[in-house]
């Protein structure tokens, strides 16, 4: 059973960064990605990055240049570096594979 769990999340100002954690456990199927999305109150969510389990990474155009996927799979681990975040980005940040997610992850970007 595959199992996520997300950290790294919290505040930060404007312009700041943040990197988010999601620990994987259990059996990750190579045919799918491993990723994340966000969402926030009310909102609908949305998929912000996604790698393969052989590095292939994808993101949604709001956040190309700012944010970085990857994954180091000795640790079971894929990160998100989120730089220079905007305050409309605060939101939780959850991880997922397949059809597995973690719990969420919240960030506060403030001015």
């Known amino acids: 059973q595959v199992e996520l769990v997300e950290s790294g999340g919290g505040s930060v100002q404007a312009g700041g960064s943040l990197r988010l954690s999601c620990i994987t456990s259990g059996w990750l199927s190579r045919i799918y990605v491993t990723g994340w999305y966000r969402q926030a109150p009310g909102q609908q969510r949305e998929r912000v990055a996604a790698i393969s389990m052989s590095g292939v990474t994808n993101y949604a155009d709001s956040v190309k240049g700012r944010f970085t996927i990857s994954r180091d799979n000795a640790k079971n681990t894929v990160y998100l570096q989120m730089d220079k975040l905007k305050r409309d980005e605060t939101d939780v940040y959850y991880c997922?594979?397949?059809?597995?997610w973690g719990r969420g992850c919240p960030v506060t970007v403030s001015s």
């Open positions: 997922y594979h397949d059809v597995v």
